[in-house]
């Protein structure tokens, strides 16, 4: 599974982006999306059962960021609004190849698939 991150930039205090990361190469179980700041670990976002549809967020995104998907376009989607300054991080899609339930979808070490990352800078 190669999976490609898009939709970074920079947004003002507020604003809204929406990040797509496609996919090709076998089904895959889970798509995540996990953040990193610089200087500081990577963090679990939100995640989503690529059969089926539940999710789970990160307290610190609940009611702001909604995590989606197109099978037919192999494409997960992260919509993110009301964006804060502490959510600047380079963003990272993952996959799982096998489906993990609800409780271990926020484990990065559950993920075998990595995009590349795309930045999200939310200044003023």
């Known amino acids: 599974v190669q999976l490609q991150a898009s939709g970074g930039g920079l947004v003002q205090p507020g604003g809204s982006l929406r990040l797509s990361c496609t996919a090709s190469?076998?089904?895959?179980?889970?798509l995540g999306w996990f953040r990193q700041v610089q200087g500081k670990a990577r963090e679990f976002v939100a995640a989503i059962k690529w059969s089926g549809g539940s999710t789970r967020y990160a307290d610190s995104v609940k009611g702001r960021f909604t995590i989606s998907k197109d099978t037919a376009k192999k494409t997960g989607y992260l919509q993110m609004n009301s964006l804060k300054p502490e959510d600047t991080g380079v963003y990272y899609c993952?996959?799982?190849?096998?489906?993990?339930?609800?409780?271990?979808?926020?484990?990065?070490?559950?993920?075998?698939?990595w995009g590349q990352g795309t930045q999200v800078t939310v200044s003023s």
């Open positions: 993952a996959a799982r190849l096998t489906t993990i339930i609800w409780g271990y979808m926020d484990d990065q070490q559950q993920y075998d698939f």
């Open positions: 190469g076998r089904t895959f179980g889970n």
